[in-house]
């Protein structure tokens, strides 16, 4: 079984529910006090806190009885949650269920997505920019308005060039393209000078 939507209700609902089972009554405001840690809301009053993690725990194992209600097969349960500390009460209502927390494994692969994903989209600003410097070098005129010509050399704006990548920071813009060995490299091969707010195309005598 793969759970991968959790059960949940309103904090509204989940203090009703508790003070009408209770049969408790609340001091103050600080009794139905919410706080949030690691995109997780959790009560700072303790006995609701509790009573939520039961009533989702409880959700969690009428699952498990769905696919195997007399509980006597083997079943491979696997939750996607915040709310771990419902998992273990869950697992505490079954015999012989061995837990397992695979919460760094699966932070791993997400990171190594994002970082996958952000070399990715680093690789294509460089190739965008070296189309765009080369329509320059080559007098097409897609691209002319961000340019102005001094001395017979084409100056190109490094804002100019970073607004067309959709890159928002200048410094997010050295680390991402102009400090790459690829794009130094082009430059080079172009007699292309990084100068100051400039990219300067020499040309070539």
Known sequence: MLIVDTFNISEKDYILEYLYYSNETLKDDEDIKVLTKDSHR???NKEIEEYKNRRIANEFYQAFKRINRKLNYTSRIVIITIHTEAVMLACDMLKNCEYKDITDKYKEMLDYKEEH????KNSDRIIKAKEILSDIINNNFQYKDIVRIENNNKIIPKQRLRNLLGIESAPNFRRDVLSKKDFKNFLDENSIENKGQ????????
């Open 198 to 205: 400039n990219l300067i195309i020499h040309t070539k005598t």
């Open 117 to 120: 994903k952000q070399s990715t």
């Open 42 to 44: 959790y009560f700072t």
